[in-house]
């Protein structure tokens, strides 16, 4: 496989992270449509709680993209023995089934249009680390160049979504 793009994370795309995501949700993704109508409007304490679950969304993503990836470097580099790397991705990989059912039950309650694409965008950043852990795990059981590049482009694909998400170029 080819050296690591991952980005390292430092304190200062940390703090990037959060104060987009910050910003993001009620003046980005969750704010692009003109104000409703009175019968419409949300609640300081709703909105809070939108802004509190993309918070957590967006970091949880990154967390699990870079999760992913600290295995499959340690692996490679012999940090972890095989059993230990299974054995913790399949801590970080498994949780993101139970994450998208909650997601698909919050899908399924009336949301904006707006509300409802961060979610999708969302669930699709979920999907992506959940094939990407798979194919991890395909790589380390074939140690086959062609799993390798999979498992490499599916974790740029989602890196290059994150990044999307948490709009980390334009800070």
Same mark, same amino acid.
């Given at each position: 496989m080819?050296?690591?793009?991952?980005?390292?994370?430092?304190?200062?795309?940390?703090?990037?992270?959060?104060?987009t995501?910050a910003?993001?949700?009620?003046?980005?993704?969750?704010?692009?449509?003109?104000?409703p109508?009175?019968?419409?409007?949300?609640?300081?304490?709703?909105?809070?709680?939108?802004?509190?679950?993309?918070?957590?969304?967006?970091?949880?993503?990154y967390?699990?993209?870079?999760?992913?990836?600290?295995l %499959?470097?340690?692996? #490679?580099?012999?940090?972890?023995?095989? &059993?230990?790397?299974? @054995?913790? $991705? =399949?801590?970080?990989?498994?949780?993101?089934?139970?994450v998208?059912?909650?997601?698909?039950k919050?899908?399924?309650?009336?949301?904006t249009?707006?509300?409802?694409?961060a979610?999708?965008?969302?669930?699709?950043?979920?999907?992506?680390?959940?094939r990407?852990?798979?194919?991890?795990?395909?790589?380390?059981?074939?140690?086959?160049?062609?799993?390798? %590049?999979?498992?490499? #482009?599916?974790?740029?694909?989602?890196? &290059?979504?994150?990044? @999307?998400? $948490? =709009?980390l170029?334009?800070?």
């Amino acid at each position: 496989m080819q050296e690591s793009l991952r980005p390292t994370p430092t304190p200062k795309i940390l703090a990037a992270i959060v104060a987009t995501i910050a910003l993001l949700f009620p003046a980005g993704l969750i704010g692009d449509e003109p104000a409703p109508s009175k019968s419409l409007e949300k609640s300081d304490g709703e909105n809070a709680w939108k802004e509190g679950v993309g918070l957590l969304s967006g970091l949880y993503l990154y967390q699990t993209y870079l999760n992913i990836g600290l295995l %499959a470097d340690g692996k #490679a580099e012999k940090v972890y023995d095989e &059993k230990a790397a299974r @054995a913790v $991705l =399949a801590t970080v990989v498994v949780p993101l089934e139970k994450v998208d059912k909650q997601l698909e039950k919050l899908a399924a309650t009336p949301l904006t249009a707006s509300d409802r694409e961060a979610l999708s965008k969302i669930r699709s950043i979920v999907a992506l680390l959940q094939r990407q852990g798979k194919e991890l795990t395909q790589f380390w059981d074939t140690a086959q160049p062609s799993d390798g %590049a999979r498992y490499e #482009a599916t974790r740029q694909e989602a890196w &290059k979504q994150i990044n @999307a998400l $948490l =709009a980390l170029d334009k800070k």
